[in-house]
């Protein structure tokens, strides 16, 4: 099993930027596509940005779209989200998770996931 570590969060003006990493221990998840979901307050946790095994395929969900990018170094066993154009709306913690599945145009993710990293975004 995996350990993945998320940081970077923190407290955020609107407009600002931060970027996220997800540090993986235990074994390699370069074999792994791998995704961001967040709950903001008193929400679920809803989907932010999935990438492939490669780094080539990425998919965002529309309210982050231009403004978020995933990415990922295999060599590092890091996934890293960079935020920008920050608004309130984002304000959630951000998971990161291995296996991302689409069904039904429904994102979830397998087993492994973080214990999260909380981003404010004052306005």
């Known amino acids: 099993q995996v350990h993945l570590v998320e940081s970077g969060g923190g407290l955020v003006q609107a407009g600002g930027s931060l970027r996220l990493s997800c540090a993986a221990s235990?074994?390699?998840?370069?074999?792994?596509?791998m995704a961001w979901f967040r709950q903001p307050p008193r929400k679920g946790r809803e989907f932010v940005a999935a990438?492939?095994?490669?780094?080539?395929?990425?998919n965002y969900a529309d309210s982050v779209k231009g403004r978020f990018t995933i990415s990922r170094d295999n060599a590092k066993n890091t996934v890293y989200l960079q935020m920008s154009s920050l608004n309130p709306e984002d304000t959630a913690v951000y998971y990161c998770?291995?296996?991302?599945?689409?069904?039904?145009?429904?994102?979830?993710?397998?087993?492994?996931w973080g214990q999260g990293t909380q981003v404010t975004v004052s306005s």
């Open positions: 998770a291995t296996d991302p599945v689409r069904k039904g145009g429904i994102w979830s993710a397998g087993r492994d």
């Open positions: 235990g074994r390699t998840i370069s074999s792994n596509a």
């Open positions: 990438i492939g095994v490669t780094g080539a395929v990425t």
